[in-house]
């Protein structure tokens, strides 16, 4: 299936003893605007600059990616949650509050 969102990089490698990387979602759609979410399969060891958020139509969004220090791991992932979104909203919580979504991209993490 192909979304109008792209994520660059869609796969992260990232020191185990912590680290920043910055990923970047791009929306290709001239004419709709996304919120989105991002989940993570470990909490315990990364933080995003922003769990959610607005792409704008053509528009992109850089997102940090923080590793903080724990033990290799090679099977994480965020998951990120993208819903339609008015170009009147403000919340980019809103649309996610059922738990729906209308697409998602995945981004692998490993840290060595």
């Known amino acids: 299936m192909t979304t109008p969102i792209a994520v660059d990089p869609d ?6 003893d912590g680290g ?3 990923i970047v979602l791009e929306n290709a759609s001239p004419h709709n605007r996304y919120c989105y979410k991002v989940k993570s399969t470990n909490n315990e060891h990364y933080r ?5 958020g607005f792409v ?7 997102i940090d990616v923080n590793r ?3 033990p290799p791991k090679s099977d994480d992932r965020l998951e990120i949650l993208f819903q339609p979104a008015e170009a009147s909203s403000t919340d980019p919580k809103g ?3 059922n738990g729906a979504s209308e697409f998602k991209l995945d981004v692998r993490l490993c840290a060595e």
């Open 56 to 62: 704008e139509p053509l528009g992109s969004v850089k």
């Open 48 to 52: 995003v600059s922003s769990v959610y």
């Open 11 to 16: 796969s992260v490698v990232v020191q185990a």
């Open 68 to 70: 903080l220090s724990g």
């Open 95 to 97: 649309p996610f509050a």
């Open 20 to 22: 920043t990387v910055p």
